[in-house]
């Protein structure tokens, strides 16, 4: 949608449709579609004014919020055109447009690697300290670590060889009215875990204003948290409801009530004043349509006994009777199951619950948390609520909320708990609540759904599995929308993405991955590196442009057979977002990368959560190493792809060169140095312009790249800044130790499963071909609400109690343990610095007394100087005691600071003749390996 006032409208951030589907008669004029829309029900026949900045369709269907486009297919008359025009030529959806400077790139990037052999050759022949064998021996292992570190450059590089920017070229509507195709169904998955409920809820919120037609669209919450019985769970539920009640009456009132002034033309306001006028007329009228619902619908939920019952002219006359056998009945059942909400309530049973009594009901109401959601659906829906709120207009305490628009606002809960599910592999009996609107106006579907953890929960991946497999069929949905729980989507998110999976080569497809953004970070100020800005710029862009672009567990659009066809999220890495990417572009299938910011995240601040999180990633990296045939993926993907995944599970194994960087400065000092120079000239030019010059030249390429532009992109587009190339080497450094402890977690994790699953034979082939999941069964309408819903009750016993597996308390999962391990293996980096600064202190002591030693003191200083650089940002964060506490202690200006000042001690230290203590240990040998070395 285009205009002024799509910007201030809220309705317009949203589809939803009226209601033809669940069997509501709703009609467009005859002669203008665009005119009053007229509804037809039990009582008669009234017309409902159209609200104008949501388009009305000129085709026959139903009303569709997306720019005039119909839901449906074209009429008749225009098909044979259409298909003529289909076979003629087709219209290419997206292009994917090379960097400007791509090629300069690629020939500096061949120059680095031949230049780099050139240089090994040169320090294997001319530069070995041969003193004595142990210093040998100390020479060939620092060349041995400065060939790994080449070696993890190139693979790194690799990635840049040939990055392309994806510009789409035609939008949604367009493709699907040019392929005659209606909207896909989409299903977006909010996975929740141990976040706050405030987030969560601010997150399906913005994934229920989706842009797109709303009975297509359904919004799920994955609640993964240890104990159902917990607050968090129910809190979850209550937000699922809240805003799919202020979601449905919001846009019920805006169908009833005309939010918008008089449109003026040009001849009654020349210079333009009205229209400035009407635009805030009309923004302050939707504004308070919006309090006037928000508020409504919190006092529904807080209050919704008080409604249907708070005086005798108020209370229902179907709530005075006394309760029948049919409620006596259904009472006894839930009574019997201890209220269990692993429980399926059929059609007949919400009939039954329509005539409860309001004793019954609050029977129900106190019997499960779970159960609420269901009552206050029966409360919404009887005479006293429309009763009390016919009072509040008389009293002018609403104006916008009236019961005309409440009468159209019909929804229903759907509660289909189950015991037993198809594949008990990831779940041991599942909680669902479903919302539905019955009016005749739609709002996106909402879910909620968790499940009761299995031996084995295999984490997120098995909460996904669980609603893949055990929760929806194939024709719930054709698209599946991933989202943590703090990722916030763009409203265009869906139309930005899904162009993709509809070009020539879409049905290849498998996802489409949007970079993560994270909002409480700055470029100025990310000490902890969240922003990874290289790797959502280039290495994306890179990757993409062979269809290998990795998915990185959030922000991705799947279709859903791709993701059938290989098992669903994979197992047996923490890290499963990766792996999951790697198996489908081994079955084939292939992804891209829409570089847009087409949602907004939150990060983790503190150093604990950080290195937590690092560790996990890590030790993914680790298992995913071992678990893969490498062989295999260089045979199906080809060289260039199995590098692009090998250099995603190296960087843990690359821990202890920073070690030995770290070390080198104080090994220099005491003992003895790897690197004999005779010319210095010819080691600047084969040595220090390779390796230190070129990876720099190439960076800064990289960030000054050109790269095409979009002109009708909703967002920014993720592109390096120079902050982030400098953040990229000190994490290098920073998180050394906290990859190195990811060795032994991801040791145990494969001797566990090795040990689980009796492998005798190549683990790595074992694993990557076994099934991950049992097969869904072929009864494909077991998992269908309306299956469940419409089974017959006389069948039907009070389920037995079923000892399953122990639910875990939320408490115990959280480890205070490894929270504080994580924060002492920060201490090698405090170590590091120190041994570092300690070494350029004792450097400038020994080697600033005779000309032929400056040489080592600029060695010592260089090498020194660049592990203090790198490290020196994380030390505030380990030390501060809250976020607020030093907020620019870490940034590039307090780095510059502290460098400095470094620099300045030194230059003091160097210019003070006193404290000179050449002679020291001459004579014990102490500097005699240092000084032979590098005598001309």
Not at 307 to 313: I, L, Q, R
Not at 434 to 458: C, M, N, Q
Not at 469 to 481: A, Q, W
Request: aromatic letters at 12%.
């Amino acid at each position: 949608m285009t205009g002024s006032n799509d910007a201030a409208a809220p309705s317009t951030a949203v589809g939803y449709q009226l209601n033809q589907r669940r069997g509501s008669n709703v009609k467009a004029s005859s002669k203008h579609p665009s005119d009053a829309i007229s509804i037809e029900n039990d009582k008669g026949k009234r017309s409902l004014k159209k609200h104008p900045d949501l388009p009305q369709s000129k085709t026959r269907g139903f009303y569709d919020p997306l720019a005039g486009l119909q839901s449906t297919l074209p009429d008749d008359d225009d098909e044979m055109q259409q298909v003529i025009t289909l076979e003629s030529h087709k219209t290419c959806v997206y292009e994917a447009k090379p960097y400007y400077s791509h090629s300069i790139l690629t020939i500096t990037f061949f120059v680095y690697f031949f230049w780099s052999l050139g240089y090994f050759a040169y320090r294997a022949v001319e530069t070995l300290n041969d003193e004595t064998y142990f210093t040998l021996a100390y020479s060939v292992a620092f060349i041995i670590v400065e060939f790994v570190s080449f070696v993890a450059s190139i693979l790194h590089l690799n990635n840049f060889t040939n990055p392309v920017t994806n510009i789409l070229v035609e939008k949604l509507p367009d493709i699907l009215r040019r392929q005659k195709k209606d909207y896909p169904n989409v299903n977006a998955y909010i996975c929740c875990y141990k976040e706050p409920p405030s987030i969560v809820a601010e997150t399906m919120m913005k994934a229920m204003s989706l842009t797109y037609p709303a009975d297509k669209l359904t919004v799920g919450i994955l609640d993964d948290s240890s104990n159902f019985r917990e607050t968090r769970g129910w809190a979850h539920v209550q937000s699922m409801e809240r805003n799919f009640l202020t979601f449905l009456l919001r846009q019920s009132v805006y169908l009833v009530y005309d939010a918008n002034a008089p449109d003026s033309t040009i001849i009654d306001d020349p210079q333009g004043a009205l229209k400035e006028t009407e635009e805030r007329l009309k923004a302050s009228v939707k504004e308070a349509i919006d309090s006037e619902v928000q508020w409504f619908v919190e006092y529904f939920l807080l209050n919704a006994w008080a409604v249907a019952s708070e005086a005798d002219h108020l209370v229902p006359a179907e709530s005075l009777g006394m309760p029948d056998n049919s409620e006596r009945e259904l009472l006894a059942e839930l009574r019997a199951d201890d209220f269990s909400a692993y429980r399926t309530f059929t059609e007949e049973d919400l009939e039954r619950l329509d005539r409860f009594t309001i004793d019954g009901l609050q029977v129900l109401w106190h019997g499960s948390a779970f159960f609420r959601p269901l009552v206050r659906a029966v409360l919404w829906r009887r005479s006293g609520l429309s009763n009390y709120l016919r009072s509040l207009n008389m009293d002018n305490k609403l104006r916008y909320v009236t019961p005309e628009a409440l009468s159209i606002a019909h929804y229903r809960v759907l509660c289909l708990g189950r015991e037993v599910v198809p594949n008990d592999v990831v779940s041991a009996g599942n909680i669902r609540i479903d919302f539905e609107p019955t009016g005749e106006v739609y709002a996106p579907r909402g879910s909620y759904l968790r499940r009761r953890k299995p031996a084995i929960p295999h984490n997120k991946a098995g909460n996904i599995n669980n609603a893949l497999f055990n929760e929806s069929t194939e024709s719930d949905m054709e698209f599946i929308l991933l989202l943590d729980a703090d990722q916030q989507p763009h409203p265009d998110f869906l139309l930005r993405t899904l162009p993709y999976f509809y070009a020539d080569s879409g049905a290849n497809t498998a996802f489409i991955q949007t970079p993560q953004f994270f909002k409480n970070i700055y470029p100025a100020d990310d000490p902890l590196g969240h922003r990874n800005m290289e790797f959502y710029g280039p290495v994306m862009e890179g990757r993409g442009a062979y269809g290998a672009a990795p998915f990185v567990g959030t922000n991705a659009v799947f279709r859903r057979r791709c993701l059938c066809e290989v098992g669903g999220i994979m197992y047996n890495s923490v890290t499963e977002d990766m792996y999951t990417g790697m198996k489908l572009h081994t079955a084939g299938y292939k992804s891209l990368y829409h570089n847009e910011v087409l949602a907004l995240g939150s990060a983790p601040v503190d150093i604990k959560e950080t290195l937590e999180q690092r560790k996990r990633w890590a030790q993914g990296a680790v298992e995913i190493f071992s678990l893969t045939p490498w062989n295999l993926l260089r045979r199906r993907l080809g060289m260039r792809k199995m590098l692009y995944n090998l250099d995603s599970c190296i960087y843990p194994f690359l821990s202890p060169t920073a070690f030995f960087y770290g070390l080198s400065p104080l090994l220099m000092c005491l003992w003895a140095v790897p690197i004999v120079v005779e010319d210095p000239v010819i080691f600047v030019i084969v040595g220090v312009l390779p390796v230190m010059i070129l990876p720099r030249v190439i960076n800064y390429m990289i960030l000054r790249a050109k790269r095409p532009h979009e002109e009708n992109r909703v967002a920014q587009s993720l592109w390096v800044e120079p902050t982030d190339l400098w953040r990229a080497e000190q994490t290098y450094f920073a998180f050394a130790g906290t990859y190195l402890s990811s060795w032994h977690a991801g040791r145990l994790a494969i001797k566990n499963l090795i040990r689980k699953y009796n492998v005798k034979r190549s683990l790595s082939m074992w694993n990557w071909n076994r099934e991950f999941l049992n097969k869904p069964t072929p009864k494909v309408d077991v998992t269908a609400p309306a299956a469940l819903t419409k089974a017959a009750t006389a069948t039907k016993k009070p389920a037995a109690k079923k000892k399953g597996p122990t639910e875990q308390t939320f408490r115990t999962s959280i480890k205070d343990g490894d929270q504080i391990k994580n924060t002492r293996l920060f201490m090698w980096n405090v170590a590091l610095f120190a041994i570092n600064i300690f070494a350029m202190v004792i450097a400038l002591l020994r080697f600033n007394c005779h000309p032929e030693q400056i040489w080592l003191l600029v060695v010592v200083w260089g090498f020194a100087f660049s592990t203090c650089w790198h490290l020196w940002s994380f030390i505030p964060m380990a030390i501060r005691s809250s976020e607020n506490q030093w907020p620019y202690a870490s940034s590039y200006h307090a780095h510059n600071i502290m460098i400095g000042s470094i620099l300045g001690i030194l230059v003091v230290l160097f210019l003070a003749e006193n404290l000179r203590i050449c002679n020291i240990g001459q004579s014990g040998g102490i500097t005699k390996g240092i000084i032979s070395g590098y005598k001309a």
